[in-house]
């Protein structure tokens, strides 16, 4: 990997000796301060060329550079490494076995993505890694697939209860893969594919959609962005034939109508065929106290009077080369989508494995209505991704639109494609 120099981070005891020496001394210039409150810390940087210092100054005794400063003295706490790409640059020293306190990055100051080395497989130095700036934003990722041009497009954040999205697993366990906020969210997102094959345009779920009231924005940290991620690669709402939904969660299909000026819901994709199982539909239109809050009619009611949906009951070919399994588990008639082309497989998982912290079998969410199934599914699916080369679609991953899954001495992750 290429990595250079970002800069080197020193422990401080008292910021006003530390300053005598690194500023009135040596005469380096000294940026404003920057406040790090998960870290109970300020930051002084002072830039040396390339690179920069780093005071940390402890803002509280339970900070744990205070920790460090009354256990070790002042002195040098660590050092970062720059890389292109963090989550390939993490596939890499996982493969070699390479011990990591962050398995995936977390993010750092400045929306930089960070995660750092174990001391100890960095002779004794802890080592942080950091890619800036944080590319989930409208990030969109296209690949090949044989006949298929597959581009993974970004209706924005989606921030759920981190306890909610692992399930059984417990917090001192996910929390090494990702990070909570202070209301215990963890980052998501929510990426739609685009599936181009020639028979024209498929849109595979289609996020939230613009619908949402404020309230319900700022619960589920949403920022709607669909139409200008679309815009990005060139296309439109009108330019799907196809409109094909998992299941009808409001973060999976809400973008699926929209309200005129006037107030009327329409479909927001009016081109396009929306072919749904109905089994789906009939739970989605019958809720009940557990899944009430995740099926939202407007979402999905609308687009029957306005004449654009199909039913069909089973799995089957939706359009050549894409076909749908059920999964069952999350929602009772969830699907996974599968594509084909050329021998080679791509498959979105939708809500199976909604980010790569959970390739995992037993990670599985708290939402699912059947969790067993869910289990059942997935043990199955990801030894055959890993057997087969599968390229996974992850809906929901903040930072990774679709990787592989690896195994390599009993251990599981994810190499992302670009
Ligand atoms: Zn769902
Ligand atoms: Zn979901």
């Known amino acids: 990997m290429r990595a250079v120099l970002d800069h080197i981070g020193i422990a401080v005891g008292d910021l006003d000796k530390a300053l005598a020496f690194y500023r009135d001394a040596l005469g380096l210039h000294l940026e ?3 406040e790090v409150p998960s870290q109970k810390v300020r930051a002084h940087f002072m830039p040396v060329g390339e690179s920069s210092l780093e005071l940390l ?6 900070s744990t550079i205070a920790k460090f400063v009354e256990k070790r003295g002042p002195g040098v706490h660590h050092l970062t490494l720059r890389v292109e790409d963090i989550h390939a640059a993490l596939a890499q020293l996982k493969a070699r076995g390479i011990r990591l306190i962050d398995e995936v990055p977390r993010p750092g100051a400045e929306n930089a993505l960070v995660a750092f080395i174990h001391p100890a497989a960095a002779h004794g130095v802890l080592v942080e890694l950091k890619q800036k700036p944080d590319p989930t934003v409208l990030s969109t990722t296209r690949v090949a697939l044989g006949g298929f041009s597959l581009t993974s497009v970004n209706d924005g954040p989606l921030k759920l209860d981190g306890g909610a999205m692992f399930g059984v697993v417990p917090r001192p366990l996910w929390s090494k893969r990702t990070h909570a906020d202070d209301r215990n969210r963890i980052p998501m997102a929510m990426r ?3 599936v181009e094959g020639d028979w024209g345009r498929m849109l595979i779920d289609c996020g939230v959609g613009e619908k949402p009231d404020a309230k319900m924005r700022d619960i589920y940290g949403l920022a709607p962005q669909l139409d200008v991620s679309l815009a990005s690669v060139g296309l439109s709402a009108d330019a ?3 409109v094909l939904a ?15 000026a006037d107030g009327v819901l329409v479909p927001r994709f009016p081109k396009a065929e929306h072919p749904l199982r109905r089994a789906e539909w009939e739970d989605a239109t019958h809720p009940h106290e557990r899944n009430r809050a995740s099926y939202l009619q407007d979402d999905f009611v609308p687009l029957l009077g306005a004449g654009v949906v199909t039913f069909f009951e089973d799995d089957q070919e939706i359009r050549p080369g894409v076909r749908v399994v059920r999964t069952g588990g999350h929602t009772g008639q969830h699907q996974i989508v599968y594509i084909e082309s050329d021998g080679r497989t791509a498959v979105f998982t939708a809500d199976l ?3 790569t912290a959970h390739i995992d079998d037993a990670w599985v969410m708290g939402y699912d209505l059947f969790p067993m199934e869910s289990l059942a599914f997935k043990k199955r699916f990801i030894r055959e991704a890993i057997d087969r080369e599968y390229l996974v679609f992850f809906e929901h991953d903040p930072y990774v639109a679709a990787g592989y899954i690896r195994e390599e001495h009993g251990r599981r992750f994810v190499e992302p494609v670009k």
Do not use: Y
């Open 32 to 34: 404003v301060p920057e």
């Open 57 to 62: 100054e402890p803002t509280s005794p339970d």
């Open 192 to 194: 739609p594919l685009v």
């Open 240 to 242: 799907f034939d196809v």
């Open 246 to 260: 998992t299941h009808l969660h409001f973060d999976h299909f809400g973008g699926a109508t929209r309200r005129t």
């Open 353 to 355: 494995i909604p980010t």
